[in-house]
């Protein structure tokens, strides 16, 4: 484990300056300034407006024609383990697209308003370092919040997560995947996949766009397992789901990037959805407005303003992927070493039922870690999961789906997959030790048996 | 009569485990005797009197001091013999440091029994034994109750982290009100991933609770710190915090205390508040102090005098 540590980074790395380039050179930027303005002739009150540049896709695309993508790896869902997994494939240097059904991303993170990711150390040491916490750090940094103090004993474990301002969380991430060279391409899904010889066709609609991606590996961080679904691999799925979470805020201001509670644990008011489900875009609808009806008799009731609410509850689980390693509770509270570990993990066993929760702290010591094993759906090439959808039982996963583990995995699955690429393999065939220098290159901390 | 009664009451006192009823009689008795006494030098003062101008008196009453001193001090033979007793403090509660130990022992109700054992470690010397405290705390890490502490201490100094600990816990006290006010008034938010708080402050709802639907985890924590054991980092090394979760519900016979870290105050808003922090590489001997803790709870009926 690597010592307590804050690192807030100064400068691009080499790296990011690298795929800067490259990037600069094929794709198009917004442009910005006053002088764009003027020309457009659009009026405009200050020189801080924006405009699409004149040859941009968005304004000259042929609704009816097919747009092709060529990449090596397709990112599908921009969360909290997809966001990452886009900048460290990016930043290895392969072709990236990352394509998220919403517009922004982040995920539960920024969607679904689980804005204290957590937790990135145990016991007194940072466990998990690498992208996720660069921007997290520069997020923290430019909104002027603070980091926790790592070597002081936290008295709830939710006191070592970190405060993040939502907005600028999902900007500077979309930053980095563009530093990255990191296509992104948001409002899309998938909606076919079809193996070829050297890795997959992906179909793809949004509204008013058809894309075929083409692409070597697929890293499928989707929360629920889509693109294994898709392709019929084995996925495992809880009788009795979790609920998920309506976040918002009645009758004051929304601080974001601070505490809000007075007892201290910076939460939005949240009311739990019942049988919350995001599987699919009607059964997320479905949540939503159950979820936002919650809120107005919430208001009504207390008479108070509706200050903030996030635009989807926060989904805690759906559906898992089975690996050939799936994790158990016992794996997960023993802190059971595994000789493919790839991240640590830190967080309790934190069930939420009907009932509420009661979370179960792990024990003195343990740091549990996850296996690339679980990340590959079993029988699959060229496939690889992160996040949530990690191949674990419902406890297990009920402490690895929150965002720091799911980070963690989303930028060792990255570097599988550019491996795979690079190699012409598949990630389960990768070295494992090429997996591990690629991680600690890019400043992850990977698990070391005492 | 009253000499018989005294003396078996005693006996049994001494032999079996503690008994309310044996207590009770023999404390009775003995004040029934107490006035016995009372009476008997009345109505014998003269007689007394001219008893103790003799030389002989005197030498019985300064044995009879001597003896009394014996049993407060308690030198190593007579804690030998003491220690063959069945009723080692059973009432409420019991200290004792021996050659390579330290025990507590306590009993808030006839059917629960809590022994916690320190096994010396390398720096455990008992001609020269480490402050300690000990008290429990609920989940949300209140004092609820100070169980022992060493006497004649700077608390603020030796035992910093339990000293404001237990001063904090009127204040809390005082809070609990308000607080239980405030989380009936948000019954239908869920406070995301957050432990259940519990807010009372009566230790019977923790330990032994009569209704068993107020039962809650409880933690037993323990400061301990040698004076003047500096290092090479530290001119006195800080007292070390060590806790151990008890959930009645799920019950344990043994369970060993896990080293949580040492105190460190900081000003908060103008209030000085203590946290802990891990015990790194600079924290040497003062780890050493004990070698294990176990705590022991015994809930068998059949300990029931």
């Known amino acids: ?450 | 009569m009253l000499f018989v009664t005294l003396a078996v009451t005693g006996l049994m006192g001494f032999f079996l485990p503690f008994s309310l009823l044996t207590v009770s009689v023999h404390s009775l008795i003995g004040f029934v005797f107490i006035a016995a006494i009372g009476f008997h030098i009345k109505n014998n003062f003269r007689k007394l009197r001219s008893y103790f101008s003799n030389h002989t008196a005197l030498v019985l009453l300064v044995l009879v001091i001597s003896f009394i001193a014996i049993i407060l001090y308690q030198p190593a033979p007579v804690k030998a013999i003491l220690s063959l007793s069945s009723n080692k403090g059973p009432a409420l509660d019991h200290f004792e440091i021996q050659a390579n130990r330290m025990t507590y022992n306590y009993s808030p109700a006839p059917h629960y029994h809590i022994q916690l054992d320190f096994k010396g470690g390398s720096s455990f010397k008992p001609e020269k034994p480490p402050y300690i405290a000990i008290w429990i705390e609920n989940k949300s890490g209140y004092h609820i109750k100070s169980l022992y502490h060493s006497e004649q201490a700077d608390f603020e100094k030796l035992l910093p982290y339990w000293h404001h600990k237990r001063a904090e816990y009127l204040k809390n006290k005082q809070l609990n009100g308000k607080k239980k006010k405030d989380a009936e008034s948000s019954d239908d938010l869920d406070a995301l991933s957050s432990a259940t708080d519990n807010y009372s402050f009566d230790p019977k709802d923790y330990i032994v609770p009569e209704d068993k639907a107020k039962e809650s985890p409880y933690r037993v924590m323990i400061e301990i710190n040698l004076s003047g054991d500096g290092n090479e980092h530290y001119e006195d090394q800080p007292s070390l915090v060590y806790r151990v979760e008890v959930d009645n519900k799920d019950p344990r016979s043994y369970q060993v205390l896990e080293i949580v870290g040492f105190p460190k105050d900081e000003v908060v808003d103008g209030e000085t508040k203590w946290s802990l922090y891990y015990a790194d590489e600079t924290i040497t001997t003062a780890r050493d102090l004990y070698d294990s803790a176990m705590l022991q709870i015994d809930r068998s009926p059949a300990s029931k005098p």
């Open chain 1, 1 to 450: 484990m690597k010592k307590n540590h804050h690192r807030i980074p100064d400068s691009e790395t080499e790296a990011e300056a690298e795929a800067n380039n490259r990037q600069m050179g094929r794709r198009n930027f917004l442009k910005f300034g006053a002088a764009s303005l003027a020309a457009s002739g659009i009026s405009s009150a200050n020189a801080t407006d924006v405009l699409l540049p004149e040859n941009s896709e968005s304004v000259s695309v042929d609704k009816s024609q097919i747009i092709t993508s060529k990449v090596d790896i397709l990112v599908v869902g921009g969360g909290s383990a997809g966001t990452i997994a886009a900048i460290q494939a990016g930043r290895t240097g392969a072709s990236t697209m990352v394509m998220e059904r919403a517009s922004y991303l982040g995920g539960m993170t920024t969607r679904g308003g689980v804005c204290y990711p957590g937790l990135f150390d145990a016991w007194g040491k940072q466990i998990i370092d690498g992208v996720c916490w660069e921007l997290i750090t520069e997020c923290v940094k430019m909104d002027g919040g603070t980091l926790p103090d790592f070597s002081k004993v936290a008295k709830r474990h939710w006191m070592n997560q970190i405060h993040i301002n939502q907005f600028l969380f999902y900007i500077l991430a979309e930053e980095k995947c563009t530093q990255a060279g990191v296509e992104i391409a948001y409002h899309e899904s998938p909606q076919q996949i079809k193996e070829t010889e050297d890795g997959w066709q992906v179909d793809c609609v949004g509204f008013g766009t058809q894309r075929r991606v083409i692409c070597k590996q697929i890293i499928d961080c989707t929360g629920g397992a889509e693109m294994a679904g898709m392709l019929g691999f084995p996925r495992l799925r809880s009788e009795v789901r979790q609920p998920g979470s309506i976040q918002f805020l009645l009758g004051k201001a929304n601080n974001p990037g601070r505490p809000t509670s007075d007892k201290g644990a910076g939460l939005l008011h949240a009311i739990y959805v019942h049988g919350a489900d995001s599987t699919n875009s009607r059964t997320v609808t479905e949540a939503s407005i159950t979820g936002r009806k919650a809120v107005l008799d919430k208001m009504r009731k207390t008479n108070q303003r509706l200050m903030h609410l996030q635009s989807e509850p926060g989904f805690r689980e759906s559906y898992r992927i089975q690996g050939d390693t799936v994790i158990t509770v016992q794996d997960y509270t023993s802190g059971r070493h595994f000789d493919d570990a790839i991240c640590y993990a830190f967080y309790p066993v934190d069930l939420h039922t009907k009932n509420g929760v009661k979370p179960k702290p792990l024990k003195p010591g343990i740091v549990p870690t996850i296996p690339l094993s679980a990340l590959i759906p079993k029988g699959s090439r060229n496939l690889i999961v992160a996040g949530r959808c990690v191949s674990s039982d419902q406890l297990a996963n009920s402490g690895l789906r929150v965002q720091a583990p799911c980070m963690a995995m989303g930028q060792a699955a990255a570097c599988a997959a550019s491996l795979a690429v690079k190699h012409g393999t598949t990630p389960g065939e990768v070295p494992l030790k090429e997996i591990h220098a690629l991680l600690e290159k890019h400043g992850a901390i990977v698990p070391k048996k005492n």
